[in-house]
């Protein structure tokens, strides 16, 4: 057994990432990229600095909803999408951050398809060495956190402590995330139920519901 293989076998221990392997070719790498604490928090500053300006700006759209037409041009569909929770935009985003001759430079602000989660979570402790800080490794309960007071909040008392997660069903890639939603709020007293977004139903008398199961909060993999 090569040692690609051992790590591999450790990935996929995890329930999580099932996926080792792309195109016959490891995936990933067994040595682990490690920052220096400076570098780390300068990194952490610039993409704070990014969501601060995104903040800003979906402020700046709540105030004047003109602006989803004039400058955006959004979809009808995109549309409902921001007017259903604006001006939240995000409990989670992923900065794309890449070290340039001109400094720390962020290509993109991912907010809507928090895709590499699940890995980040999982190939963490596999990476850990002594002497090292895992930078997500609360990063699944922390998501867990806000998805709760966001529910507590919005949800009236005595509903189902019922998720549902939502995901494209035809894409097998958002399945590791999947996993990882359903182990983490399973692991927290929910129960889960899985369906693609053709799958939720709504009326006045029970709320939402998927695959006919009232639930209290929905988990997405992606914006539809």
Not at 187 to 208: E, K, Q
């Amino acid at each position: 057994m090569t040692t690609y293989e051992a790590f591999a076998r450790r990935i996929t221990a995890s329930g999580i990432v099932t996926d080792p392997w792309l195109a016959g070719e490891p995936r990933f790498r067994e040595e682990p990229v490690i920052v220096g604490a400076g570098e780390a928090r300068e990194m952490y500053r610039v993409a704070e600095r990014v969501a601060e300006v995104y903040d800003e700006l979906c402020s700046m759209v709540a105030d004047e909803p003109e602006l989803c037409d004039s400058f955006f041009g959004l979809t009808p569909y995109q549309k409902a999408m921001w007017l259903a929770s604006q001006p939240l935009w995000h409990a989670i985003a992923r900065a794309d951050v890449f070290v340039t001759d001109e400094g720390l430079q962020i290509a993109e602000l991912n907010c809507d398809t928090p895709t590499g989660e699940a890995e980040a979570i999982v190939l963490g402790p596999l990476a850990a060495r002594a002497g090292t800080i895992d930078p997500n490794r609360d990063l699944a309960t922390r998501f867990a956190e806000i998805a709760e007071v966001l529910a507590a909040a919005t949800v009236s008392k005595g509903a189902p402590k019922r998720a549902g997660i939502v995901y494209p069903t035809e894409l097998p890639e958002d399945l590791s995330l999947v996993r990882l939603y359903k182990k983490t709020f399973e692991a927290r007293g929910w129960s889960i139920v899985l369906g693609s977004p053709y799958n939720l139903t709504h009326d006045a008398a029970r709320g939402l519901s998927l695959f006919d199961e009232p639930i209290s909060l929905v988990l997405r993999s992606r914006r539809f």
